[in-house]
């Protein structure tokens, strides 16, 4: 099926458009009370992920309201480690916690590398079936979290301030810690790249939790696995290049190690400008972001004026994505975001004109 509009492949790498494409982090989610609706009638968050017609459902309920550029397959970063056999579930108020988390060597020796297509292939049901859905309006985006991520969150049994157990395995068992980040780092792999075969024209690789970290341990324990991944992946599929995002929030220092490690694209959070980050990263790769996501708490007059003044700061010429700086969040009044999606729309034009 031809892809009709296909301006984020393009932008994602560095190619002309005439206006910027724009897709929001989590734009399924909470703050849509169809949302709200899809998941009280699958009953659990894990029953909506694990059931393709209902993931497929609420990928598209953001394309219903807004004139986005992409959609993200519905799904969670937790996944992998609930295939990997953690159990993952959740807490109301408390968000994702696991049954099992990693509290020995032994734990962390004996995770087995599961098969993808036996324990995940029901994300890839999803992916093949929204693609169908989609029937080429807009390219689908597929995800995974960095192996730094996804160990917090199996180190520390769920979400952390602190990241105190996972950081203290970095640095008391260097090589302990080197063995999941690389199991994780396989996996990871193979699971992106099940996820292009299914048809996602494009990935993104979270990295939430890559600021944690010390720059030297961040080169060590996440920006290495993300380049071996980034290494690993299924480049082309259907006759197209599958650009690759790698989003490593509060990571700003790492610009240009990212920018090296030969991915197509870069998340950049809201600290830094999308100037200087362009004038750091050159032409290596496109920029997505870089909306503060609090900003879509303000009027529409604010928004407005914060849109125009980022379209601003990336400036004329190709490689930049509208997004937000992270995930947009429950409170946000639905029509802000249509404000924010037809503003780039208008005013994106004329920093594509030759
Ligand atoms: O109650 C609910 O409905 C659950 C809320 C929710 C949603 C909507 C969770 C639980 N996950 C998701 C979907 C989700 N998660 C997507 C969907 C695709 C999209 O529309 O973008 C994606 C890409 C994610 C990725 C994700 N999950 C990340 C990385 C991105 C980010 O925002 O930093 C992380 C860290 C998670 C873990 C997770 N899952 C859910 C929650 C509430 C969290 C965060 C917990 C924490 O802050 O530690």
Redesign the pocket.
């Known amino acids: 099926m031809e892809l009709r509009n296909d301006i984020l492949l393009r932008a994602l790498q560095r190619q002309p458009v005439d206006r910027t494409p724009v897709w ?7 703050y849509l009370p169809e ?2 609706a899809t ?1 009280a009638e699958a009953g659990s ?1 894990m029953n ?1 992920c694990q059931t393709p017609e209902l993931a497929c459902e609420v ?1 598209l309920q ?1 394309l219903r309201r807004f004139d986005l550029d992409a959609a ?7 996944t992998i480690p609930d295939a990997m056999g953690l159990n993952l579930y ?1 807490v ?1 108020g408390e ?2 916690k696991f049954e099992h988390p990693l509290r020995s060597a032994d734990d962390i020796r004996n995770l087995p590398r599961p098969d993808i297509f036996e324990s995940l292939g029901y994300v890839m049901d999803a992916v093949s079936l929204t693609r169908r859905e989609l029937g080429g309006k807009v390219p689908l985006i597929g ?1 995974s ?1 960095s192996p730094w ?1 996804l160990a917090t ?1 199996m180190i520390e049994g ?3 301030k602190t990241f105190s157990r996972a950081k203290k395995l970095l640095y008391q068992d260097p090589e302990l810690a080197h063995q999941l980040l690389g199991k994780l780092a396989d996996t990871v792999t193979d699971y992106l790249n099940a996820q292009i075969e299914a048809g996602a024209q494009a990935v ?1 690789i ?1 990295d ?2 890559g600021g944690a970290l010390s720059s030297q341990a961040y080169k060590e324990f996440s920006l290495r696995y993300m380049a071996k991944i980034v290494s690993g992946l299924k480049r082309e599929n259907e006759g197209r290049p599958v650009p690759v995002i790698l ?1 490593s ?1 509060s990571c700003n220092t790492q610009l240009e190690a990212l920018a090296d490690t030969g991915c197509d694209a870069l998340g950049v959070d809201w600290t830094i400008s999308l100037r200087e980050a362009r004038s750091r990263v050159g032409n290596r790769v496109a920029l997505q972001g870089n909306l503060d996501p609090s900003i879509l708490l303000a009027d529409r007059a604010v928004i407005r004026r914060e849109v125009s003044d980022t379209l601003d700061s990336f400036g004329n010429g190709n490689g930049h994505v509208f997004n937000l700086g ?2 947009i969040t429950p409170e946000v009044n639905p029509d802000h975001l249509t404000e924010l999606v037809n503003t780039v729309g208008e005013l994106s034009p004329e920093y594509h004109r030759e």
């Open positions: 929001i982090m989590r734009q399924a989610g909470r949302y709200l998941r968050f909506l990928t953001p993200i397959i519905f799904s969670d970063i937790l959740f109301s968000g994702p995800f979290g991520t969150y769920g979400s952390s993104q979270f939430t939790w989003f929030k992270h995930g």
